[in-house]
């Protein structure tokens, strides 16, 4: 694991190497909404100019703000756990694991799980994809368009607002999106201050160009520990790792793995599928061009394989947004994907009471480390099925601005 964090930041380092930007420039036509994409989610006005302030792209952002420190006051500190900021080194490990209490639940060194959500029901495949939106986005959300897939899409803040024409296309077409921290820093190198700011910066972009607040959160790196997990409950967030890592983000110009490599991956899974005993949670990237090829090319194996959803539907979450007016499709056809009544807040995270023991390695990690129950959820290939019916009903988008 620790060695997935050195990599991976250098991959990070390389992919998002770009100035400071707050409202980017008009979109090119590939980066604009699919004419063919179904608009599912009614999203506010927007001009291309944000309304709020925002810290420099890809940096930890400043605490000393008034807005974080309203962030701050929102929370209950009395109920934050008191581990140490976990120093990391320049090429992105922690400089002294041996140092971190076994208390603090660090997945980095452990693979401790405490309230995390690691896989899915058997038979399902919970359908990931970190680091976005980037420039190379638009041919996976065009692979997801044309077999109506859905997925959750953990959202780095700075590329957010960079790209904001992209994320405004993901989240239109309904699928799950979730915070990945603004800068992309390891989250236990972090003050609570600058944890907050990242996750409360990242969220505030999602809002303004989408009209809705995530609930559903993945560290960098799956660095979390005990500290960092109770700031997320304080902001009403479940924590999602992974249990099969595809090692996309090995690939160049990141590392030295091959597409075939990639491929090997998969293949491996699809093989043991008919052994699994519980579902799956994947980690992808829509990091850059061959992460992005690596995704469309195998979608096809695994909607064969497995029913294939975002992590809120396998759990049956229908309001993985803090708007209880918008709701997302789920698993066992008890809601679809739509707006219906005028926004009110739930801060309330929707984590299965099942998962709440800490545990050592929570399941399988890399090898380096409708209206009903009769309609198939748009966006949910069930057993390789790909189709499906979608009751959108959208009533009124409120004040959902």
């Known amino acids: 694991m620790i060695t997935y964090l050195s990599v991976m930041a250098a991959v990070l380092a390389l992919a998002t190497a770009s100035p400071a930007v707050t409202t980017p420039s008009t979109p090119s036509p590939s980066s604009a909404p699919a004419p063919s994409t179904p608009s599912l ?4 006005p927007f001009s291309g100019t944000f309304a709020n302030v925002y810290p420099a792209q890809n940096e930890i952002p400043p605490t000393d703000t008034d807005l974080v420190k309203k962030w701050m006051s929102e929370i209950n500190t009395t109920a934050i756990e008191s581990f140490p900021v976990v120093p990391f080194t320049a090429g992105g490990d922690p400089q002294n694991p041996k140092a971190v209490p076994e208390a603090a639940c660090d997945w980095t060194i452990t693979n401790c799980i405490n309230k995390d959500l690691t896989t899915c029901p058997l038979g399902v495949w919970g359908l990931t994809y970190d680091d976005g939106p980037t420039e190379f986005s638009g041919p996976l959300y065009d692979a997801l368009d044309k077999t109506d897939q859905k997925a959750t899409l953990f959202y780095i803040g700075s590329n957010v607002v960079q790209n904001w024409q992209l994320a405004r296309r993901a989240c239109a077409a309904g699928h799950h999106i979730a ?21 409360k910066y990242t969220e505030m972009a999602i809002q303004e160009l989408c009209g ?3 609930k559903y959160f993945r560290p960098p790196y799956g660095d979390v520990d005990n500290r960092i997990r109770s700031l997320l409950w304080q902001m009403g967030y479940t924590n999602v790792i992974w249990d099969y890592d595809t090692d996309d983000w090995k690939l160049p110009p990141g590392g030295s793995m091959t597409a075939a490599g990639v491929d090997a991956e998969f293949d491996k899974w699809v093989a043991a599928a008919p052994t699994d005993t519980t579902g799956h949670i994947t980690l992808e990237h829509e990091l850059y061009e061959l992460t992005v090829a690596a995704a469309v090319r195998n979608l096809p194996k695994i909607q064969a394989t497995w029913k294939v959803m975002p992590v809120s539907a396998c759990i049956n979450d229908a309001h993985p947004y803090k708007e209880t007016n918008i709701t997302l499709a789920t698993m066992d056809g008890s809601a679809t994907t739509g707006v219906t009544t005028t926004p009110k807040l739930n801060t309330t995270s929707s984590l299965p009471s099942s998962s709440a023991s800490p545990t050592n390695g929570g399941g399988k ?18 057993l ?9 009903v959208v009533a009124a988008f409120g004040a959902m601005v």
């Open 365 to 382: 990690q890399s090898e380096t480390k409708g209206s009903g129950a009769s309609a198939l959820m748009k966006g949910m290939n069930v």
């Open 212 to 214: 809705f607040t995530p």
């Open 384 to 392: 390789g099925g790909g189709g499906g019916v979608v009751a959108v």
């Open 179 to 199: 915070v990945h921290t603004w800068s992309h820093h390891p989250s236990t190198s972090l003050t609570n201050e600058q944890f907050v700011a990242e996750v």
């Open 41 to 44: 989610i009614p999203l506010p």
